[in-house]
């Protein structure tokens, strides 16, 4: 048992940047990132002895994170009403890179929740076949829905950015 704790712990630790990159791009407030982390190492505790290894861990670790979060966000959905984010009021005159991953990371929460998922794992650096194998989507799809999502980014970026040096 003091051995399988310290295999969990130590694949959570490599793992780590991944899930709270999840839960940055689905949860806007800090508090929502933490309680959706704490979620997903529960779930994936729960579920440590069920990896066959078929896949890779990472492959397995966004499975589990990314189905988490998706049950997450339906039970709120139903029990408290979403506002959007208004991106108008960002003032980025005098921007730094910072602020503009942190207006990319804006605006890429304000897509469907399957589009995120594709956009994180392709920053992740997870080619179309592992992110079909991840979001059980053929590798086609994957690539076609890549190319409408980054054409929204890129207008919504574009929009976003030059409304906020005008004001």
Not at 36 to 41: E, P, R, T
Not at 55 to 64: A, F, H, L, N
Not at 136 to 165: C, D, I
Request: glycine content about 2%; some cysteine; charged content about 25%.
């Amino acid at each position: 048992m003091e051995l399988k704790k310290q295999n969990f712990i130590q694949i959570i630790n490599e793992n780590r940047g991944t899930i709270r990159s999840l839960c940055k791009i689905y949860f806007g407030s800090n508090e929502d990132q933490k309680d959706a982390f704490q979620d997903i190492i529960l779930q994936l505790w729960k579920s440590f002895d069920t990896f066959r290894g078929e896949s890779e861990i990472s492959t397995w670790i966004y499975r589990v994170s990314l189905n988490t979060i998706l049950t997450k966000i339906k039970k709120e959905k139903k029990s408290v009403t979403v506002e959007p984010i208004d991106l108008h009021h960002l003032y980025i005159s005098n921007a730094k890179a910072d602020d503009y991953v942190e207006l990319l990371f804006i605006i890429i929460q304000s897509l469907k929740d399957i589009d995120k998922a594709i956009v994180v794992l392709y920053l992740e650096g997870y080619q179309n076949k592992e992110i079909a194998e991840i979001l059980n989507m053929s590798p086609t799809n994957v690539g076609t829905r890549f190319n409408r999502v980054k054409s929204q980014l890129k207008m919504k970026f574009n929009n976003e950015y030059h409304a906020a040096k005008q004001s």
